[in-house]
């Protein structure tokens, strides 16, 4: 299995949907965790850090599943700039671990 | 302004010609790391580092070295590239002020192994 694991999509959503991408990790030793946005070959930015009380930024939610260890994203009100691909973060033992998703790619449709 | 600044941007070159990738940054982060990405497989990380002087391999280290004498540079080594090293590399950095930080990234370096 895995160590971190994502839905490769593609997602395809007319503007104005809502979207949501699973991410299932591992290591239940895993503390720390986080949704990145990443543009066609460019570099990942961070979108999100994800809590265990769940987090919300404007249209994105972030939710943490400790006990069935996966992370979601919710995205509402679907935008085309929305299209790229999402990637989740899950960082173990402090920095010596840390391990990408291959990641979600969405397109937003008008 | 804050940011991961990796040279070069793009580099063309042939099997066993020793390279050297640089990453600086200006944030006076502790943790650094280095990414290679391909189709399918994500970002793999190569070897990070926790401050100076202090380095360790990530999950694919083999053919790489990488050495951290100042906190704000990590370049990465290449003594030998071979073909299957032509990747697009990322460059990260962050805080450690406990686990809960984000990497930055530099704008990752497109390498082509002839």
């Known amino acids: 299995r895995k160590e971190v694991e994502q839905d490769p999509g593609p997602f395809n959503v007319p503007e104005g949907a809502t979207v949501a991408f699973n991410c299932t990790y591992s290591?239940?030793?895993?503390?720390?965790f986080f949704w990145y946005r990443q543009d066609c070959r460019k570099e990942p930015k961070l979108l999100m850090s994800?809590?265990?009380s769940g987090n919300e930024d404007g249209r994105f939610t972030a939710q943490l599943n400790r006990a069935s260890q996966y992370i979601s994203l919710l995205i509402r009100d679907s935008k085309l700039s929305d299209s790229a691909t999402y990637l989740c973060?899950?960082?173990?033992?402090?920095?010596?671990?840390?391990?990408f998703g291959t990641g979600t790619k969405l397109q937003v449709i008008p | 302004e804050a940011q991961v600044t990796q040279n070069p941007r793009y580099l063309i070159t042939v099997t066993g010609k020793k390279l050297t990738v640089t990453c600086s940054q200006n944030?006076?982060?502790?943790?650094m790391s280095w990414y290679r990405q391909d189709p399918g497989l994500g970002l793999r990380q190569i070897y990070y580092?926790?401050?100076?002087?202090?380095?360790d391999k990530g999950d694919v280290p083999e053919g790489y070295k990488v050495s951290r004498k100042e906190k704000r540079n990590f370049p990465l080594i290449l003594e030998s590239p071979s073909p299957n090293q032509t990747s697009l590399y990322f460059c990260?950095?962050?805080?450690?002020?406990?686990?809960?930080?984000?990497?930055?990234f530099g704008d990752g370096t497109r390498l082509s192994i002839l």
């Open positions: 990260a950095s962050s805080s450690y002020r406990g686990s809960n930080q984000p990497q930055h």
């Open positions: 290591n239940s030793a895993s503390q720390s």
């Open positions: 580092s926790m401050n100076v002087e202090v380095t």
């Open positions: 973060v899950v960082n173990t033992g402090g920095y010596q671990k840390v391990t």
């Open positions: 994800v809590y265990s």
């Open positions: 944030m006076n982060h502790e943790y």
